[in-house]
């Protein structure tokens, strides 16, 4: 193996209700170290959200000044509000060496792609079918159902992007998704950035 | 998972001297069943070598026929000699779910990626440098002098293109190298064919 200071990234995309978090949870002991990047934003926290955990929550007036000064990998305006991942603790991740996951969108996966595409690997995480999705957002009995409606047309939106992503993990065992979590959360690890490349290419021909 | 009819295919490249056959060996019982590709060829068997398992010997009119009816997946003429990988086999063996592994150069991965992209993934293996490429060459005392010298101007020819593969495995230890060699051949059984993923797509709307 490449001996390397940086470490690599792991973007997930995917519908709310895709079973994201449970699969990681089951997978957490094979995977090693892992930093699970918070993304930050404007909007209000919602009951249970809890700041530093779910999101780190700021003004509008500190994210733009974020923005101006170049702080973010990515971010978007989706409905009024700002979501974004800061670069600051991304980077100290990957300088410690960690495999950086993402839970992000399909437009934020692009974002990380066209800037740190040499180390980042992603997955797109989906339960099998739209109506299993449906009724597992019924089943938790958390969202209300405009908010529902609005998770099942976001979905119906990302679906035809998963040919982006590396890989595609279709949660209908949580155990089966979670093996192939680990396989693909190794793979990651096997990245290299261009610059550990070249490195290794100009010791090589010594 | 998804249900697929097809498999998929991992090209491994690398100087001859990296160990491939030897890192294959070590993670073969981890990695599942494969298809090993062999190629054709129209030089004459050298010392040892076995029809149907080192290659397949053809005469060069056999191997021209084949290049007019399409019936390769890459192929390349060295020094007078064609080379390539017949496409029969490699699809019989996908139609069965098959990984299918192939051992080629740098311009054969480049042609696998063109008519085969969404479901190759590829790695490069190599010793950890140039010159203990050579200590390994000149261990084995298999070749001669001037063969030694080509494989070396061959290896330093094909390390600027370690960037077009999807990962590096270093082989310093063997064991270490086959371990990585195992998580590469598990993501590879991950990818699925642009069809299959559009398949999925359809099936997961309705």
Chains 1, 2 share one sequence.
């Not at 997930?12 to 699969?23: R, V």
């Not at 099998?128 to 119906?156: F, G, H, M, Y």
Request: one cysteine or more; glycine letters at 6%; charged letters at 30%.
């Amino acid at each position: 193996m490449l001996s390397r200071q940086k470490g690599a990234i792991l973007v997930l995309s995917g519908p709310s209700g895709a079973g994201k978090s449970t699969i990681i949870s089951a997978a957490s002991d094979e995977i090693g170290e892992y930093y699970f990047s918070i993304s930050t934003t404007t909007r209000a926290p919602r009951m249970g959200e809890k700041e530093g955990r779910d999101y780190f929550f700021v003004t509008k007036e500190s994210f733009e000044e974020d923005i101006k000064a170049g702080n973010f990998l990515e971010y978007a305006e989706v409905h009024g509000n700002y979501y974004g991942t800061s670069l600051k603790p991304v980077n100290e991740a990957l300088q410690a060496g960690k495999l950086v996951i993402f839970d992000i969108d399909v437009q934020g996966h692009r974002l990380v792609r066209a800037k740190m595409n040499d180390i980042t690997t992603s997955a797109f995480i989906t339960p099998p079918t739209l109506s299993e999705l449906e009724n597992r957002l019924r089943a938790r009995c958390t969202d209300q159902e405009d908010v529902i409606l609005k998770r099942l047309e976001n979905a119906k939106d990302e679906i035809g992007a998963v040919s982006e992503y590396d890989f595609i993990i279709i949660n209908d065992s949580v155990e089966e998704a979670a093996e192939e979590f680990v396989i693909v959360a190794k793979a990651a690890r096997l990245k290299y950035s261009k610059e550990t490349e070249d490195q290794f290419i100009e010791k090589w021909l010594q």
